[in-house]
């Protein structure tokens, strides 16, 4: 039974809360990872698991425990690509999936961004998370739910 896992420290709210109502409709198990202490609903398939703070200690977290076929919600490159490495898909909370054709790219540009703000150059951050980005993630997360169940029943 699929599993997700969510990288929680940096997960917007709302997403959490699509999260939330998926696990209770599909009955499907959901734990959200964080190096801080976190609220979630009562539910028998809703679980957080806080970790040590430190530096990719929730990431390392999700791929230990992650199994091929697992669903992991992140907006962090390198965990997506650990993540796909073991069979699992990484979803982020714009509603883009990560892929094995397009995690490369996403790594270099990632490192060249770094390397760009190191000598200095304000880079600018991501844009506001907004009302499409919440549509475009439920969207893929419907999508998905959905033929992962097509193919899991067949």
Known sequence: MMQIWVDADACPAV???ILYRVADRMQMQV???ANQLLRVPPSRFIRSVQVPSGADVADQEIVRL????????TGDIPLASDVLKKGGYALNPRGEFYTNDNI???LTMRAFMDELRGSGVDTGGPAAFSQA???SFANSLDRHLAKHKRSSNG
Do not use: F, N, S
């Open 15 to 17: 997403i959490k809360e």
């Open 31 to 33: 734990t959200l990872v």
């Open 66 to 73: 992650l199994e091929p076929g697992d669903l992991v919600v």
């Open 104 to 106: 490369a790219q996403m």
């Open 133 to 135: 980005d919440r549509q």
